[in-house]
């Protein structure tokens, strides 16, 4: 018998071209994800079954709201003439205590570089709570999910 391969999941941004991520199994609980040439790595806590190698999906979750915000901040600063030095941002999250799984709440918090003006502060914020990745939880993609099974020889 052959498993299914997984399928690519395809986002269709609005206005352009699709984009692809493919996702394949990568022994125990490890998975591999290549975008663009670029692979990343997922994998579970030991406690959960995995071998701890790797982030597990909900925490680049939380990773790709964080450096969506980093990067906006860090286009902000730059548009103004200030340095990046010193921009951070910290984030924690808390997972829902009852079904269905999902994160609850996220907290971010945005360190800026010394000597960020007062006066920028309400922009900034504004800046960096329109990034792509905030503005899809505020208003989420429709999600199609079809599983490709190739069935099992007599």
Known sequence: STCARPTALQSHPEGGSASRVVV?????????????????????????GGTDEAPTPVELFVVSLATCVAYYAGRYLDRHGLSRAGLAVHAEYRKADRPPARIASIQLRVIVPAGLPTGMVKPLHAVVSDCTVHNTLREPPTVDIQIDAEPMPD
């Open 24 to 48: 394949e199994h990568n022994t125990v609980t490890k998975y591999l994800a290549t975008v663009r040439g670029h692979e990343v790595r997922v994998d579970q806590p030991l406690a959960a």
